[in-house]
T-cell receptor
Framework: KAGVTQTPRYLIKTRGQQVTLSCSPI?????VSWYQQTPGQGLQFLFE???????NKGNFPGRFSGRQFSNSRSEMNVSTLELGDSALYLC?????????????FGAGTRLSVL | EDQVTQSPEALRLQEGESSSLNCSYT??????LFWYRQDPGKGPEFLFT???AGEEKEKERLKATLTKKESFLHITAPKPEDSATYLC?????????????FGKGTMLLVSP
C-alpha cells in the first residue's frame, strides 16, 4: 500500500512569491493534516481537512491556506512568502478523523525562501 | 495551553548502552500520546500510541510507558540504526480529532 506522497520534495522561492504544495494521502484515508517543522519551533499544526472541509486550524496567519479535493488529495498554499516561511512542510493522513487517529506522515516538502 | 516537553534535547549512547527518553505533557484531557521516529530528510514514522496511565507497549528494542504526567521511551541495547530524532505528541480531547501537539524531539546518536 502506497504511503503519503508529497510533491514537490524541494522548492526554492523568493520573498513575495506564492507557493502551492501537494499531498496525496494513503488510499482510503479521508483526513489530511498539515504541519510546519522548523528547528526552533519543531512541528506546528497548520490545519486539518476532512471530506473537503477544513475542520481545524492552527495559529498561523491567513497567508497559509489549504483545500481538499473529493479524492482526499490536499493542497496547501502560502501567499506573499516571507523568509520565516522557510521550513519542512509535512502532510499527514489518517483514516476517519474520529476517535484516536494514527497520523501517517509523508516525507515533506522542503521550502526555502530567499 | 497544551504543552509537550522532551528531554534531553540530544543524547549520545554507545552501542548496547540502554537509556530512556522523557516526554512531559500538560494537557486538558488526554485522548492519546504518540511516539514517532524521524530520520534526516524524512517524515515522522509512527511507533506507538498510549491511551491511559500504566499502559506499556514494546517494539523490538523500544518500550514506551505512560503515567498521568509523562511518558518514557526506553531503549534497550541500542544499535547504530536506532539513531534518529524521537518525537512525542499528544492528542488532547478538546482540540479536534486529528490535531497533534508535538514536543521538539530528542536527537539520539548511537555510536558503534
Amino acid at each position: 500500500k502506497a504511503g503519503v506522497t508529497q510533491t514537490p520534495r524541494y522548492l526554492i522561492k523568493t520573498r513575495g512569491q506564492q507557493v502551492t504544495l501537494s499531498c496525496s494521502p494513503i488510499s482510503g484515508h479521508r483526513s489530511v493534516s498539515w504541519y510546519q517543522q522548523t528547528p526552533g519551533q519543531g512541528l506546528q499544526f497548520l490545519f486539518e481537512y476532512f471530506s473537503e472541509t477544513q475542520r481545524n486550524k492552527g495559529n498561523f496567519p491567513g497567508r497559509f491556506s489549504g483545500r481538499q479535493f473529493s479524492n482526499s488529495r490536499s493542497e496547501m498554499n502560502v501567499s506573499t512568502l516571507e523568509l520565516g516561511d522557510s521550513a519542512l512542510y509535512l502532510c499527514a493522513s489518517s483514516l476517519t478523523g474520529e476517535g484516536i487517529n494514527i497520523q501517517y506522515f509523508g516525507a515533506g516538502t522542503r521550502l526555502s525562501v530567499l | 495551553e497544551d504543552q509537550v516537553t522532551q528531554s534531553p534535547e540530544a543524547l549520545r549512547l554507545q552501542e548496547g548502552e540502554s537509556s530512556s527518553l522523557n516526554c512531559s505533557y500538560t494537557v486538558s484531557g488526554l485522548r492519546g500520546l504518540f511516539w514517532y521516529r524521524q530520520d534526516p530528510g524524512k517524515g515522522p514514522e509512527f511507533l506507538f500510541t498510549l491511551y491511559s496511565a500504566g499502559e506499556e507497549k514494546e517494539k523490538e528494542r523500544l518500550k514506551a510507558t505512560l503515567t498521568k504526567k509523562e511518558s518514557f521511551l526506553h531503549i534497550t541495547a541500542p544499535k547504530p540504526e536506532d539513531s534518529a530524532t524521537y518525537l512525542c505528541a499528544v492528542q488532547p480531547r478538546n482540540s479536534g480529532y486529528s490535531t497533534l501537539t508535538f514536543g521538539k524531539g530528542t536527537m539520539l546518536l548511537v555510536s558503534p
